[in-house]
């Protein structure tokens, strides 16, 4: 089994930026791809961006691209969402997960074995 913490979030002002840590423990040997997700109430959990694990390659969402970077220090068993310029409607609770499978894009919900609990982002006007 594998566990996930989320952790950094809070309350900003927009403009503002936030960093997000993923700290994974248990069997994470295994592990192929990290991301991170969010879900706002009311709406479906939105796929933001994910990284491979071994060589760090990434992608991110388009929705966020350019204001969010996605990161790990894998020595730390550690991923990071680096959040700039943040608005409003980046308000929700925002997920790190974890995957254990082959080769898809992991861009899918079920595209992922593990979950952290989450992470309150709010962001003010």
């Known amino acids: 089994q594998v566990q996930l913490v989320e952790s950094g979030g809070g309350l900003v002002q927009a403009g503002g930026f936030l960093r997000l840590s993923c700290v994974a423990s248990?069997?994470?040997?295994?592990?192929?791809?990290m991301g991170w997700f969010r879900q706002a109430p009311g709406q479906e959990r939105e796929f933001l961006a994910r990284?491979?694990?071994?060589?760090?390659?990434?992608l991110t969402a388009d929705s966020v691209k350019g204001r969010f970077a996605i990161s790990r220090d894998s020595a730390k068993n550690t991923m990071y969402l680096q959040m700039n310029t943040l608005k409003p409607e980046d308000t929700a609770l925002y997920y790190c997960?974890?995957?254990?499978?082959?080769?898809?894009?992991?861009?899918?919900?079920?595209?992922?074995?593990?979950w952290g609990q989450g992470t309150q982002v709010t962001v003010s006007s």
């Open positions: 990284i491979r694990w071994n060589t760090g390659s990434t």
């Open positions: 248990g069997r994470t040997f295994g592990l192929n791809a």
């Open positions: 997960a974890a995957s254990n499978r082959g080769p898809p894009n992991w861009e899918r919900i079920t595209d992922y074995d593990y």
